[in-house]
């Protein structure tokens, strides 16, 4: 068996340290070029995860058994089908307090739903972005649980019941245009400064829109918000928000290592 640890080297002083939330990860996947391109992308995007990749879920409940501590078991395959949920079940069963997250291709919803089933936290298709992957996971560490907007199914209308028009289920169905319109440029990753000036009003206007945008999609700051509708096929802003010529360039690309790990593992850019 083969693992590595990656650890944090601080250059900068404790504070930047402190900055990084430490997490100890066990990734799992029989490909090993899979599980080292993830891992080489996950601590490039944050450096405070220590990630132990093995091949097997018989590993991690080895190193469990070793004295090993983990916060988050990511197990993952090229396609839904061929997770197994029998190491699914191990892993619980050897480590009931750590949750579990399954990343791989959905090519087979009704697979993806009994991966959940089985008890995991979380299904994260390949085709997620890194960013709304790392949010995923954040949420999941925080106490979530993150289901794809593909994998949610309907629930049975009630019989007798008038077929008329219904309010949309969506949680952003609460929101007005405007806040549409910010979670919108919140989701590309735009500060407050950057959105007022988009949607030309106040940064303070902003702050008051962001909040509301918390409160009625129920979750506990912007980054939840922005992954809630980043990860869901149904949002779309009420109409296309142009970006003012003044704004900054957008940031510079990954390092072509991170890159290559992303399209290695199926994730989008």
Known sequence: MESFETRTVNSRGD??????????????????????????????????????DVGSAEDVVHLAHSGENFDLLLLGAATSDHIDLQQIELL?????????????????????????????????????????????????????VYVPSSLIEPGPA???AWQTPSRPSEPWSELTRRQR??????????SNKLIADALTMSESTVKAHVKQIIKRLHVANRTQAALLATGSAGFVSPHTISTPTHM???????????????????LAK
């Not at 391109?37 to 995007?45: G, I």
């Not at 750590?98 to 085709?127: C, H, K, M, Q, W």
């Not at 910010?182 to 735009?190: E, N, P, R, T």
Request: net charge positive.
């Open 15 to 52: 504070n930047q340290h402190l900055m990084t939330r430490e997490s100890a990860v066990a990734l799992i996947d029989h490909g090993r070029l899979r599980r080292e391109c993830l891992k080489l992308a996950l601590t490039e995007h944050n450096p405070g995860w220590h990630v132990t």
């Open 92 to 144: 619980r069963s050897a480590l009931p307090d750590v949750p579990i997250v399954v990343v791989a291709e959905n090519d087979n919803p009704p697979r993806a739903r009994a991966i959940l089933n089985a008890g995991t936290r979380g299904f994260l298709p390949a085709s997620l972005s890194l960013k709304v992957l790392m949010g995923a996971l954040d949420l999941v560490l925080a106490g979530g």
């Open 158 to 160: 009630r019989a007798g």
């Open 181 to 190: 319109d910010v979670l919108s440029l919140i989701s590309q990753g735009k």
């Open 248 to 266: 900054p360039a957008r940031a510079p690309a990954m390092a072509p290592a991170v890159n290559h790990a992303m399209s290695s593992y199926g």
